[in-house]
């Protein structure tokens, strides 16, 4: 399943803030990498995978727009908040989820341009539906766009990601039906656990 996590999602109220605490944790500063003008928001990137990278999200303070995607504005709640799961076919398992009543919400199409200026474009669910406080995935298709994760700093390689939440048992029946090989911890506590290997160690971001 590691090989099908596109990426993990790190929430901060300032992403200067969240930047420089990926590189206290791993050693490696996250790369700016662009804004997303219709959510208000931007972003810096590390590479944990050759098809798998951190993200650290924040509102965009340039951009007039309140933040419209999670649950922002995060005041001290800076925290791995999700995960994106790259399905084989992206329309087949969203067809699938609707019919099982699991609802990701309508796929959207976002770009946004890199540092050489060239635009990349994705398909993605609706990044408003946050499913059982983050434990289901949302769902991601590049479609012709070059994976952005070979061409990040690299800080480590993804080894594995814990959940736990209190209704365990109900979020594992929906990841089996999806056939999504992951399973979350029972634990009255709600919380995402990330296991990257770095030069210095296994690091956990919580």
Known sequence: ?????????????VL?????????????APAVSGKHQAWGTHNALLQIGP???????????????????FDFPLKNKDRLMGWVYRPADLQAFHRKAHE???TFGALQS????????????????D????LWDGMLPFLIDWGESQHPAPHLPKGGTLKGLKGYHPQAQLINQQLQQLGVD??????PSIKLEAYIETA???VIIE
């Open 1 to 13: 399943m590691l090989q099908q996590i596109d990426h993990i999602v790190f929430v901060c109220d």
């Open 16 to 28: 200067e803030e969240g930047i420089a605490y990926m590189e206290q944790k791993l050693g490696v």
């Open 51 to 69: 098809r798998c990278y951190l993200e650290v999200i924040a509102p965009d303070p340039d951009n007039a727009l309140e933040a419209k995607i």
């Open 100 to 102: 099982l009543g699991i």
């Open 110 to 125: 976002g770009q946004r341009k890199k540092p050489d200026g060239s635009l990349l474009s994705w398909q993605i669910s």
């Open 127 to 130: 990044l408003s539906r946050v």
């Open 182 to 187: 992951w399973s979350v911890n029972e634990h």
């Open 200 to 202: 210095n160690g296994l």
